[in-house]
């Protein structure tokens, strides 16, 4: 490699690596944020506002909180580190579809599918403590009908905190997809350079409107897949735990 070559690749590591940089730092930072808006909108109550309001900012004090917040620091940190590893100044583009599901399938980008995968899951988990309520746990008391004459306590499974966590790891794995089919690893250098500001002012409307639709997509399809599979993963959690189903909630949420 010659030494201009080997400059010009000295340099784009170094912004690559302030980008990821920043990225973090204001991931990080925006976090607790991100985390009192979800609470507020999860426990929103408008008949009664003032403990509405008062039950939220209590909530954000409470040690589980504090734990969910540092867990998806963590998460984002892991993340990012993985996105790292893609990222690339020089699209690749398959030719063809045997070349991108050869690329889907290489054990590189597996890694990275099953790694969000997982952190998106623990997302999931830590919105279903947030939320509280019928989402808190995996296992819950069976109900008096469901329980034997002898009075032997027994758990269900609670198919609420399942669907939740369940549908974190197909949203991990389907952005993990979308990463590599719509090449957001590529990292573009304009010709015509603008202040940061400036583009990032532009780009955040589209930016909140695309993950939107893209969020509402996700969803949908993995209602569909929860519909027709989700007795798969059920049975298996039912037999390896040994609890019971709950005939409370629906067959199918």
Not at 28 to 34: I, R
Not at 223 to 251: E, H, Q, S
Request: hydrophobic letters at 50%.
């Amino acid at each position: 490699m010659s030494p201009v070559a080997r400059e010009h690749q000295l340099l784009l590591r170094q912004i690559l690596g302030w980008r990821a940089a920043a990225s973090i730092a204001w991931s990080v930072l925006l976090l607790p944020l991100c985390t009192a808006a979800f609470i507020s909108v999860s426990t929103i109550d408008l008949f009664h506002p003032i403990q509405w309001i008062t039950s939220s900012f209590n909530d954000l004090y409470t040690s589980y909180v504090i734990f969910c917040v540092l867990l998806m620091s963590v998460v984002i940190l892991v993340i990012s580190i993985f996105n790292v590893e893609f990222h690339t100044v020089v699209p690749s583009i398959p030719c063809s579809r045997l070349a991108l599901i050869s690329k889907v399938i290489h054990p590189q980008q597996v890694i990275h599918s099953v790694v969000h995968a997982v952190m998106g899951m623990l997302v999931a988990w830590c919105a279903a403590v947030m939320t509280k309520g019928k989402f808190l746990f995996l296992s819950v008391p069976c109900p008096p009908s469901e329980s034997s004459a002898d009075d032997v306590p027994y758990m269900c499974l609670n198919e609420y905190h399942l669907f939740l966590l369940l549908l974190g790891a197909f949203m991990g794995y389907s952005y993990s997809l979308r990463y590599l089919v719509h090449h957001m690893n590529y990292l573009p250098f304009p010709i015509i350079q603008q202040y940061k500001y400036l583009r990032f002012r532009r780009s955040l409307p589209l930016l909140a409107k695309q993950s939107c639709v893209e969020s509402f997509y996700m969803v949908r399809n993995f209602c569909a897949a929860y519909y027709f599979f989700g007795y798969i993963p059920k049975a298996w959690i039912i037999t390896t735990m040994n609890l019971r189903i709950d005939r409370r909630v629906p067959a199918k949420i």
